[in-house]
């Protein structure tokens, strides 16, 4: 058990992570939590790939003269740490146009709430 | 409203002062991200955050000079322009699209034509990113500057 | 009950994965499984030679996957777009 913990164990936090923003997302009635959800959710998106770039013995992904390029093994793949920095990106582009709809359909119906929406919307 | 007459001088000297040490470094992490962490993203959000410390701190109105609403979306878009054109300059001069070895730098060998290229990405990518998020910040608040 | 079993399946698929830190998982090695060469050690090899720059998140961003990080900056740009027009004040 603490041997798969010490191995897994990142993983399952991240996962843990998860499993709270789609917790929020699923369960939350307003929508403003639900785009926090949203991107709880994605920090832990984020995290797995950080975890899975990590390398046992490695350094950061930055040239070193003293070890050369021959060893892949004494970098950090960069690899991931590269997507995930445009999809932190593309993270605060999209909560940004969620919370100007969210704005916008405030101004609209005067509520956030899912079920005070809905039956807004039906009348 | 806030206004001159009723923000406390204090908190108008540490806003300005922080907000400037902060694009200082932001200016920092973007050319210095060839050598250490930093780059065209985290460069433009950390200029972004110190206009957002000026609009919290000293309002709307009196950070305008720093970095007026109006210009946002056309600072972002020459950002875009300027990457783009990049990449349509290595076509012109006879390499594939973002092809940094057909960089019309003469006198640089090879790889230092792709230095000095991702170089100008950066900027182009910092100043985009830096705009554009003030642009949503100042688009997100502005409801309550005129109610 | 969803959300617990959502858990436990994600628990029981990282089993499968790699431990963490393993330099010999098939995202590090040099030749995946499939033979061919992995993205991630070629990069660490030739980021130096190629662009002459040390940080190579850089060069990944910026050179080798500059197409991608441009379509990624229209991205930011058109939300910025996007929150400008949701948000316009309609000329009463």
């Keep these: ?123 | 409203m806030i206004t001159h007459s009723n923000i406390s001088p204090i908190l108008r000297f540490a806003c300005r002062s922080a907000a400037r040490i902060i694009q200082v470094f932001g200016v920092y992490v973007i050319v210095h991200g060839h050598y250490s962490p930093g780059g065209g993203f985290q460069g433009g959000a950390l200029l972004a955050a110190a206009v957002f410390l000026l609009r919290i701190g000293e309002g709307r109105e009196h950070s305008q000079r720093d970095m007026p609403s109006r210009v946002t979306l056309l600072l972002g878009s020459i950002g875009v322009l300027v990457y783009g054109a990049v990449g349509l300059l290595t076509i012109a001069t006879g390499g594939r699209f973002l092809d940094y070895d057909a960089v019309p730098l003469p006198g640089l060998s090879l790889d230092d034509r792709h230095y000095w290229a991702i170089l100008v990405i950066e900027l182009a990518v910092g100043l985009a990113v830096m705009a554009i998020l003030v642009g949503i910040f100042d688009r997100l608040l502005q409801r309550f500057h005129h109610d | 009950m969803l959300l617990a079993a959502f858990f436990g399946v994600l628990v029981w698929a990282s089993s499968h994965l790699a431990p963490v830190g393993d330099p010999d998982a098939p995202l590090h090695r040099e030749i995946s499984p499939a033979g061919t060469p992995v993205a991630g050690a070629h990069y660490i090899h030739e980021s130096y030679r190629d662009a002459h720059t040390e940080n190579m998140v850089t060069v990944v961003l910026a050179d080798y996957r500059a197409f991608d990080t441009l379509g990624e900056t229209v991205v930011v740009f058109a939300a910025g777009v996007g929150v400008f027009l949701v948000l316009a004040r309609r000329k009463a």
Excluded at chain 1, 38 to 65: N, T
Excluded at chain 1, 100 to 121: H, N, Q, V
Aim: hydrophobic share 55%; glycine share 8%; proline share 2%.
């Design chain 1, 1 to 123: 058990m603490t041997e798969s913990f010490s191995q897994y164990g990142a993983y399952w936090m991240c996962f843990l992570v998860l499993t709270v923003g789609l917790y929020g997302m699923l369960m939350k009635r307003d929508y403003v939590k639900k785009v926090i959800a949203l991107s709880i959710f994605q920090a832990a998106i984020i995290l797995f790939f950080v975890i899975a770039a990590y390398k046992e013995g490695a350094g950061v992904p930055i040239f070193d003269k003293e070890i050369g390029a021959e060893t892949a093994a004494a970098y950090i793949n960069p690899l991931p740490h590269t997507l995930m920095l445009t999809a932190i990106v593309v993270g605060v582009a999209t909560v940004g146009m969620a919370l100007a709809l969210l704005i916008r359909i405030r101004r609209g119906f005067g509520t956030l709430d899912e079920d005070k929406l809905k039956e807004k919307m039906k009348s």
